[in-house]
């Protein structure tokens, strides 16, 4: 499944460092803008504790996590739109992935520059937001001109592109980005079509000082990104990218000495993968026991035979039924037996929409 989560930012925010400890693919960093050119594409695990339960009651020989991808992109800076910086390179970056998880330097220290010499986390989130919404604005004002003639005319096409268009202009003018303009279904289509960057889902992620990652809300600088955040309904989560990667590079042993002494529980990567990863629209089904248990990834709100294609094409070409059990009846029942007998066991057909933790048994015939 070809989505990805693209990491952008400010040249020096912590970007990097971040792709490294989430894919430990070994992105190139330096402490100068634009490190990163070509964008780094790593492939990462998304934690799940369903698996080792789902091992536990129904043991397999292998147990394998589903995965998604992270794309590390060069650092945006001001003018970006205009060129700037390799801007148009960076900006085309962003254009091809799914989702934008923006990282937004929340810690002091004059060892790390600055690009802007100063650390203003509300600063660095409007300049890149800026540069996104002014490369919309010249993709909807080319659009635009052009739409206009033809829905003077009784092209039916082109004035329901109009109608969207002069939504989106006035907006992206004022400085909005074009998620916050409300549109029907039949408008969402047109919109998808002008594959405008800031029509993209957003998590920012908020790199701390080491001493905040326990508790960021005791930065100043997490609370303004939060507002910000909260202001146009997107999600943020803290941590410290620098000490995520020391941990990614530990030992099992040690990390759990390193989480403790933290005074956190789990590494801040696995809430920023899962975040990213429902970010995406992300959900999991599993097939357990046999040869493999395994987590699988499909799209909210697909169907069975789509869910049985992530499997293998001849699932869903040849999908009879889905045998269906939730993660949460197995886990209370301890046993797919216990399940059964409950009535707990339910068989699917071709309308049944999947839900996050079922675990499948599709029977097919080609």
Request: hydrophobic share 45%; net charge negative; aromatic share 8%.
């Amino acid at each position: 499944m070809a989505l990805t989560a693209g990491i952008v930012g400010l040249p020096n925010v912590g970007k990097s460092t971040l792709f490294n400890a989430i894919t430990k693919a070994g992105a190139e960093m330096a402490n100068y803008p634009f490190a990163t050119i070509e964008p780094n594409v790593g492939m990462v695990e998304v934690p799940d504790e369903r698996l080792a339960s789902i091992q536990a009651i129904e043991p397999a020989d292998k147990v394998i996590p589903t995965t998604f991808e992270f794309t590390d992109i060069a650092g945006i800076v001001k003018g970006a739109s205009q060129g700037e910086g390799l801007g148009n390179k960076f900006l085309e970056n962003i254009r091809q992935v799914n989702a934008i998880v923006h990282v937004v330097r929340a810690f002091d220290g004059d060892e790390i520059i600055h690009v802007n010499g100063v650390v203003n986390p509300l600063d660095d989130i409007e300049t890149i937001n800026t540069e996104l919404i002014l490369a919309d604005l010249e993709t909807v004002d080319k659009r635009y001109a052009k739409v206009a003639r033809a829905a003077k005319g009784s092209d039916k096409a082109a004035k329901a592109e109009f109608a969207v268009l002069e939504k989106l202009k006035p907006a992206l003018e004022a400085g909005q980005s074009a998620r916050t303009v409300a549109f029907n279904d039949d408008e969402q289509k047109i919109v998808k079509g002008l594959f405008l960057l800031t029509t993209k889902p957003v998590l920012y992620v908020a790199n701390l000082a080491e001493e905040d990652m326990a508790d960021p809300e005791s930065s100043k600088y997490f609370n303004e990104i939060k507002t910000f955040a909260n202001s146009e309904g997107a999600d943020v989560i803290g941590l410290s990218a620098s000490a995520e990667e020391e941990i990614a590079e530990l030992p099992d042993d040690e990390r759990a000495e390193f989480l403790e002494m933290a005074g956190v529980d789990e590494p801040g990567l696995n809430k920023l993968i899962r975040a990213a990863y429902h970010l995406l629209d992300l959900r999991t089904f599993f097939t357990a026991g046999g040869k493999e248990t395994r987590a699988w990834t499909f799209r909210a709100g697909a169907k069975a035979p789509q869910a049985a294609g992530v499997i293998h094409s001849d699932f869903e070409r040849g999908f009879i039924r889905a045998e269906t059990i939730s993660f949460d009846d197995l886990d209370a029942l301890g046993s797919v037996k216990a399940v059964k007998e409950a009535g707990k066991l339910r068989s699917e057909g071709k309308e049944y929409v999947v839900q996050d933790g079922d675990i499948i048994e599709f029977r097919f015939n080609v």
